[in-house]
């Protein structure tokens, strides 16, 4: 397998394989940017096609974490941990514990937080190994705990603002919104959604989730095939990467799209696509910053849950000023954030 000539290396600083035969431990770390501090960014869980399949997801994470950290405004570059999953080695907190033993060998380069397939008690483990990690239990008032309401609430301001700027509305009443997974994020969204009028479509290909979010919210079940082709005003993805490409943008009927999962987009020229499609896309890592921002207050410590509230509701802010320079300049969204973020790293170097 090809790294440094890999498609998504983009310039990684640096890149770590951990295994630990005892816990059964494999995972990659990947370190793309340390100019605006350290690396920070999730641990992924997942069970992986291949090895590659996981370096890849390793990669285009961590990236998209420095751009994340950069745009949000935090003293944090990009990094991000993949554990690979397998049936022989399930989650324990033996696996925790090596996993924090990985990050703590770093030094402090890397600070992880929970991310798909991790938890707080997760990260509780880790705690145990480092004190690089962040997104641990709550302490009374103050920052820290599950990062995904913070990110949900960002993810609601921010269809908010891109409903705004494309269907010309700030009501939500009667809103058609489809989301695509109803795990952390996306049942705390579909709550919001709901209680601002929204009505909701949702898919999830887990059984257990899909159950939840029926049991408690009026909600549609859509075939997780199609839920992205809903005849719906918002799409809003809260699963996993990679969904719109050459061959599914064609058929969406949203006119917004705007989600919390991370690397939407296949390729930075499906931006265009979409664009070109008058759909108006939030760029995922813009939009999806609230749970950072929690944990980056929660680890430099003495932050209030209502400062973290005040920097989450900036996400909005941000948005509006992406889509505002896309009306003028005609540019897609994705490519001005891109540039922005680029450009912040730069002049921290
Ligand atoms: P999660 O694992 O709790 O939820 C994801 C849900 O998506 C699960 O219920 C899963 O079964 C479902 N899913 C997976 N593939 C699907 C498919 N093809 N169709 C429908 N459902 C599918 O994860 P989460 O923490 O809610 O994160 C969701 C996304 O948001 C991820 O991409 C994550 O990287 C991103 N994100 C999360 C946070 C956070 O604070 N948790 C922050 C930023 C970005």
């Given amino acids: 397998m090809g790294v440094f000539d890999h498609a998504e290396f983009d310039n990684h600083e640096s890149l770590h394989f951990f295994q630990d035969d005892a816990s059964g431990l494999r995972a990659i770390i990947a370190v793309h940017s340390t100019a ?27 990236r998209g974490m420095t751009y994340k950290n950069a745009v949000a405004g935090l003293k944090f570059g990009g990094g991000k941990a993949v554990i690979l999953g397998n049936d022989q080695a399930p989650k324990s907190p033996q696996l925790f514990a090596a996993f924090g033993r990985a990050v703590d060998s770093l030094g402090g380069r890397y600070i992880t937080a929970e991310d798909v397939g991790c938890t707080v008690e997760d990260m509780r483990y880790v705690r145990e190994q480092t004190e690089f990690v962040s997104g641990l239990p709550q302490n009374g008032s103050s920052a820290g705990g599950d990062p995904s309401p913070w990110t949900a609430i960002g993810c609601f301001q921010g269809i908010q603002a891109a409903v705004e700027s494309r269907l010309g509305t700030d009501s939500f009443k009667g809103l058609r919104v489809a989301v695509q997974g109803v795990g952390h994020v996306g049942l705390h969204l579909c709550r919001l959604l709901h209680e601002a009028g929204a009505e909701l479509f949702v898919s999830d290909v887990n059984p257990e989730n899909l159950a939840l979010a029926k049991s408690e919210l009026p909600v549609t079940e859509v075939a997780p095939s199609e839920l992205i082709y809903a005849d719906v005003d918002v799409l809003s993805p809260c699963a996993l990467g990679n969904i719109l490409t050459s061959s599914t943008i064609p058929r969406i009927q949203a006119k917004v799209i705007a989600g919390a999962a991370n690397n939407q987009l296949s390729t930075v020229a499906d931006g265009a696509r979409l664009a070109a499609r008058d759909i108006l896309y939030a760029p995922d890592y813009v939009i999806n910053a609230g749970g950072i921002i929690s944990v980056a207050r929660e680890y430099y410590g003495s932050s209030s849950e209502d400062e973290v509230r005040a920097d989450v509701c900036r996400i909005r802010d941000r948005l509006q000023a992406i889509f505002d320079e896309a009306k003028t300049s005609g540019r897609p969204t994705n490519e001005l954030a891109d540039e922005l973020a680029r450009n912040l790293v730069a002049a921290a170097k």
Avoid at 39 to 56: F, H, V
């Fill in 36 to 62: 605006l501090g350290p690396a920070a960014g999730g641990c992924r869980r997942w069970i992986y096609a291949s090895d590659a399949d996981a370096l890849t997801d390793a990669l285009r994470l961590s």
